[in-house]
T-cell receptor, first 112, second 112 residues
Framework: DVKVTQSSRYLVKRTGEKVFLECVQD?????MFWYRQDPGLGLRLIYF???????EKGDIPEGYSVSREKKERFSLILESASTNQTSMYLC???????????FGPGTRLTVL | QKEVEQNSGPLSVPEGAIASLNCTYS??????FFWYRQYSGKSPELIMF????GDKEDGRFTAQLNKASQYVSLLIRDSQPSDSATYLC????????????FGAGTRLFVKA
């Protein structure tokens, strides 16, 4: 059974803290993605990676960075969390030749 | 104009009826089209994909694509209360590599 896992389901952090969100997939997928989902705005792409150590900015990269040191792991970093980064964060992956994306369970982040 | 537009709903149908969900997209170069279902508090999961004009059927679900009119729809026959969810339309465009744009989703309620 294919699986994308995320390190936390719920996370509460304070303004200014550095936040790490981890995502691991066991499907040997080349591509990995980080989205945030907010009511009425749908899924918005923050960053994606198509290979180890490669990263590309999505539509809303400001305030975020990513790291992909191993094929199965893609980390999202909030350098200095702010209240407007309170959101649901979803990780996804897919294989180059197959564009279906498989999603992790999501991390609901609250920044106080 | 949003790149992928969906009516946010909620769309309410009685059990056993046909639910019709619609999506329009702006990029004529769009290559492939997906419908994801997202239950409340869960992550999206793929239910249908379609690449060519016409209809594609899978059980109770039918995806319809009209590239000339730039719309894609999802029909759910014999709707069940378990179909109550948010349905996300996603469109892949060629932008360097493939880029997936998600609509904000349509909430569907199936009344027993």
């Amino acid at each position: 059974d294919v699986k994308v896992t995320q390190s936390s389901r719920y996370l509460v952090k304070r303004t200014g803290e550095k936040v790490f969100l981890e995502c691991v997939q066991d499907m040997d997928h080349e591509n990995m993605f980080w989205y945030r989902q907010d009511p009425g705005l749908g899924l918005r792409l923050i960053y994606f990676s198509y290979d180890v150590k490669m990263k590309e900015k999505g539509d809303i990269p400001e305030g975020y960075s990513v790291s992909r040191e191993k094929k199965e792991r893609f980390s999202l970093i909030l350098e200095s969390a702010s209240t407007n980064q309170t959101s649901m964060y979803l990780c996804a992956s897919n294989r180059r030749a197959n564009n279906e994306q498989f999603f992790g369970p999501g991390t609901r982040l609250t920044v106080l | 104009q949003k790149e992928v537009e969906q009516n946010s709903g909620p769309l309410s149908v009685p059990e056993g009826a046909i639910a019709s969900l619609n999506c329009t997209y702006s990029d004529r170069g769009s290559q492939s089209f997906f419908w994801y279902r997202q239950y409340s508090g869960k992550s999206p999961e793929l239910i249908m994909f379609i690449y060519s004009n016409g209809d594609k059927e899978d059980g109770r679900f039918t995806a319809q694509l009209n590239k000339a009119s730039q719309y894609v729809s999802l029909l759910i026959r014999d709707s069940q209360p378990s179909d109550s969810a948010t349905y996300l339309c996603a469109v892949n465009i060629q932008a360097g590599g493939f880029k997936t744009i998600f609509g904000a989703g349509t909430r569907l309620f199936v009344k027993a």
